[in-house]
């Protein structure tokens, strides 16, 4: 692949670089050269071969040939990680068994480096980690790059987990809910074995959370683009449902009876 050298030509930076980092510059190439139509096919090896051919059988200036095994290596763990993350698959038929490959469909939408900046953001929101309530629709809006949406749905979930949790009514909202539900002493999810200063603390963390990244985007539109900001806020979310499933199972098992 000519171009890399163009892009990249100081081998050591090249070296440095992370397989998700180089990969996303093979990936920007790649369009360059096959445009972005998922059914144009490449063979990776023939752009490893154009690095040295053009340097052994044009005279171009270009990368070390001493370092050729390193800038081999480099290159395979980045097609490794395209592959790994179905940026690009084995075409389709005899050609695919022979190391042909195709761009995904989702690799074929990216218009520019920000876009797979985003993407690549957002696979550090595994689903898994998720409390369930929010492991589906939310963790699709964010896959989708809409952050401000699953943080208005992931700070939703919670005001409804905690109105469900407590029996309160649709008339209690925001941070007045979170404050009744977790009211020190007598708040239906409060703990009553902690301290009155944790007590507090706890309704505090809630009505802050819901003031801070529930209620703005209930009342005006709020632009959120950053996706590691958005995946904190949403873990958050996960982390605040955690502690109301806590508080339910707290209150089903009722006092501990007296020895």
Do not use: C
């Amino acid at each position: 692949m000519r171009e890399l050298m163009t892009a990249i030509p100081d081998v050591d930076v090249l070296l440095n670089l992370e397989p998700e980092e180089l990969g996303a510059k093979l990936l920007f190439l790649i369009q360059g050269r096959v445009g972005r139509g998922a059914a144009t096919e490449f063979h990776p090896g023939n752009f490893h071969g154009e690095l040295w051919d053009s340097i052994v059988r044009h005279g171009q200036s270009g990368y070390p040939q001493a370092r050729e095994k390193e800038i081999k290596l480099a290159l395979a763990e980045a097609w490794g990680w395209l592959e790994a993350q179905g940026l690009i698959v084995q075409q389709p038929g005899m050609n695919g068994q022979n190391g042909w490959r195709v761009l995904s469909r989702r690799a074929a939408r990216f218009e520019n480096e920000q876009e797979f900046a985003n993407y690549a953001a957002a696979r550090h929101l595994p689903k898994e980690a998720l409390h369930p309530t929010i492991g589906g629709p939310v963790w699709l809006s964010f896959m989708r790059g809409e952050f401000d949406t699953a943080v208005f749905q992931a700070m939703k979930a919670v005001e409804v987990a905690v109105r469900e949790a407590s029996g309160l009514t649709t008339d209690d909202v925001g941070t007045r809910l979170m404050r009744r539900a977790f009211a020190v002493v007598d708040g239906p999810l409060t703990d009553q074995a902690a301290e009155k200063a944790e007590q507090q603390s706890m309704g505090d963390l809630f009505a802050g959370a819901i003031g801070s990244f529930k209620n703005p985007h209930s009342h005006r539109n709020v632009f959120l683009n950053n996706p590691a900001e958005a995946a904190e806020i949403v873990l958050f979310a996960s982390h605040l449902l955690r502690i109301v499933d806590a508080a339910k199972a707290r209150n089903s098992s009722g006092p501990s009876p007296l020895s």
